[in-house]
């Protein structure tokens, strides 16, 4: 306790002298920027944080076992530049908040995970990029747009389920074009395939995936086709296309990188298991829609003891799907909606069906770097009680 407030005095002093020693920049593109004395380094700071109001309700003969709360939902520092040369990039966050740092356990020395992502970007010949480091891998869409920029107040059942999230390793960026406009990126990775922080080496074996995007009408404005909504009001068509695959080769984690690890009397239960991914993206003058399809299978998914006696735990197999659009009714105001289908193998989670329905409301005073969010949802669960949840957030980046 007494580190973490020795931590953020230091930074509030930091921060403190650099506002009064430096030209801040414009709201939204970092508290400060720093340029290296012989330009050959440079480092933007950021700081962002989203507080969240949650309200929920039984839904079974009317609205029943009613709860509440609020939170701080993500709370984050970032850092960015290059180094050395334009053509290395580097990229850091750190969680600050309690949902940021959760997940410890034995495999991650029972601390805090304040690292997010830590990870150098290396353009080493045209449009050939090299990442070394944690960050995210190239799995569903969603789950790579920030959560600073989505559309909704958080991200749909189909990501909590199915998403491949952090891990660390190597990934090799490429983007071509094959005609004058159309436009296609390539990602593959590398990765040891339990997750961010993970302190005790590879439990299992490694994590390989590999994504291809197809831009028949060219490149979205800012990079939007990770961006939730149209708020560049696109003038011409655009649509991205994805296909992913993943492999998790002798995964130990009951969602390959992600869930609770499968133990039984020797140590570890480990299996192959593989993730399909297929999205797109669709923006023109202020609509969007996002579709999502994920797959997830699994070698052996019943996870055993060396007798042959089940454990208790077994892989999150089955399908998602999520399908959501938006349409800006001006520049700063945004409806929206969002149906979200899960279904894992009942035979082997003892599951069923889960639809969730929800429409959306928000505010957008400086785009993504300051608004307002509001969503209700109705989720129909086939093996629990049907919930109704509302959700009100604000989020603020500097």
Known sequence: MLQNVVTFACISVFLSINAQETNAP??????????????????KVGLRFQTLAISSWDVEN????????????RSRLKFDGFAFSPKLKYKLELGLSNRDQSGAS???????????????????????????????????????????????????LLNSRFNIDRDTGVQLRHKTKLSEKFLMKEIFSISQ?????????????????????????????????????DLKFEQNHKLSFAFGYNLNKNAVRTRGNQGAYMINNNGLY??????????AMYKYKGFSFMAEYANRDAKDPLAKNSDDTLT???????NGLNLQTGYLLSKTVEVSARYTNISLNKN????????????????YIAGHKLKVQTDVSYTDIGFSTNKLLY????????
């Open 391 to 398: 959700r009100l957030q604000v989020d603020i980046h500097f």
């Open 62 to 73: 009317g609205l029943s076992n009613p709860s509440s709360s609020m939170l701080i939902r």
């Open 312 to 318: 208790g735990d077994e892989v999150q197999v089955g």
């Open 270 to 279: 480990a299996t192959d298991i593989s993730n399909i991914f297929i999205d």
């Open 193 to 229: 395939g339990e997750g961010r922080n993970v302190t005790t080496g590879n439990e299992g074996g490694h994590q390989f995936t590999g994504r291809i995007e197809l831009l028949p009408f060219g490149d979205f404005e800012s990079k939007g086709d990770y961006r939730g909504s």
């Open 26 to 43: 414009k709201f939204g593109k970092g508290l400060f920027n720093l340029i290296g004395e012989d330009s050959t380094w440079t480092m």
């Open 106 to 156: 034995e495999y991650t020395s029972d601390a805090p995970r304040y690292i997010m992502d830590a990870v150098l970007k290396w353009n080493f010949s045209r449009n050939f990029v090299l990442w070394f480091g944690q960050t995210k891998l190239p799995g569903n869409r969603e789950r790579v747009i920030s959560s600073g920029d989505l559309q909704m107040v958080d991200r749909s």
């Open 348 to 363: 082997i989670t003892g599951e069923g069906a889960e639809n969730q329905y929800t429409l959306g409301l928000s505010k």
